[in-house]
């Protein structure tokens, strides 16, 4: 009876097709901060994050469900006290997923980026250069 039991198992097993869910997430929090007090100084306060996602589903007859998440946040804070300085403050994200497939299975690309930059300066003669680049890049391929 064992046997019996045993063979129908395997063969149920090779019979019905597998379901299997292929999901990648990546998150990404990033936070740097600067702070200066006098005259004549450079504060510099810089956040990079990058993320590279791919994913390729056979196509043996399985149901393989794909799910790509990207979350990316950034922080960037300066602040000087004084005169004659320079805040420099930036944030890089770049996100780029990519998923191949056939026509049986199910995908989804999902990617969030946020970003938040604050200089602030008290004083005479201060500069202050914020900039933030995102760049999101999402590629599907059917067959």
Request: glycine fraction near 8%.
């Amino acid at each position: 009876m064992y046997h019996k039991l045993l063979s129908l198992g395997i063969a149920a097993g090779i019979l019905i097709p597998n379901i299997v869910l292929a999901e990648q997430k990546v998150i990404q929090q990033g936070s740097s901060s600067a702070t200066a007090i006098g005259n004549n100084n450079r504060v510099s306060s810089r956040v990079y994050q990058s993320v590279t996602q791919n994913q390729n589903a056979n196509n043996n007859g399985y149901i393989n469900r794909q799910e790509q998440i990207s979350l990316q946040e950034g922080h960037s804070n300066a602040t000087v006290v004084g005169d004659n300085n320079l805040i420099n403050t930036k944030i890089n994200q770049n996100s780029i997923q990519i998923q191949e497939r056939n026509y049986r299975n199910r995908d989804n690309q999902r990617s969030q980026q946020n970003a938040v930059i604050h200089g602030e300066a008290i004083g005479d003669n201060n500069r202050i250069m914020n900039s933030t680049g995102q760049y999101n890049r999402q590629n599907k391929w059917g067959y």
